[in-house]
């Protein structure tokens, strides 16, 4: 039977946020996190500007009581903003209202100008240009999370810093699968693998029994996921039935597993 999925620590801290909007955001952030930890520095710079344009419609929507509706273009981006930050109701959220606008203009300038989202830029992307607009995005998720979750801004950072996706070439997904492509190694390096990709997620017991292929759940559990408990390379949540990595798990899939 299967198990609904854990949720996200982001979705948890945005859970105030209308999920019109949510959802996109962290679908958006998440694709940008991981094109930042695979090297991808024009994909950076694309899917900022789609999380800037939905950040934006979710201030227009907490700010105006409306917004640009999904599917319609926004015009001129920085104009958006700007009433945004010239709206006299007194009782939107000082932050969203006068700071976040600028950082989305700031990130947005970057995509449209610096050749990351369009052709004819006026340099080519690189390295700073992405770092730059990552570390804005993270910033401005931080602040989400301080507005609607009550997060103090230390403690949204944390989150947000634990959220890499780690760009992991020996793992192949397929059809909604994961797929292990470095040969011979054995089930419990499989799994440690697999939970290195996304440091920050739980991973249902039973998609790491399917992706691995093992041949019997009971014993894929004894066998593997509790004595890599036991060794404290993974915490292995048995009443939710999910798998996250320890710092201990990442340390040996870095000092070891990648090397063999």
Known sequence: MSTPKPKSPLDAALANVDSNFRC????????LKTAMAAGNDKTVGIEAGHLCETVLRLLQHEVHGNYTRFGKNIGNFADECRKV?????????????????????????????????HVGGD??????????????????????????????????????????????????????????????????????????QDPSSA????????????????????????PLHGERLIEYDNSADCVTISPLGAKEVQDRILKI
Request: net charge positive; charged share 25%; glycine share 6%.
């Open 24 to 31: 996109r955001i962290i679908k958006q952030f998440l694709a």
């Open 85 to 117: 930050i010239i709206s006299n109701n007194g009782t939107a959220n000082e932050s969203m209202r006068m700071v976040i606008p600028r950082a989305l203009v700031f990130v947005y300038t970057m995509r449209n100008k610096r050749g990351i989202g």
């Open 123 to 196: 340099v080519d992307a690189n390295l700073i240009d992405a770092i730059s607009i990552a570390q804005t995005c993270d910033w401005v998720i931080c602040e989400l999370i301080r507005c609607f979750h009550g997060l103090s801004l230390e403690e949204a950072q944390d989150l947000v810093d634990g959220l890499t996706i780690r760009s992991v070439p020996e793992i192949w997904e397929v059809a909604g699968k994961k797929r292990i492509l470095k040969k011979g190694l054995s089930f419990k390096d499989q799994v440690l693998l697999l939970c290195y």
């Open 203 to 226: 991973i249902l017991s039973e998609d790491l029994y399917d992706w691995v292929e093992y041949s019997n759940f009971s014993v894929f559990k004894s066998k593997i996921l509790k």
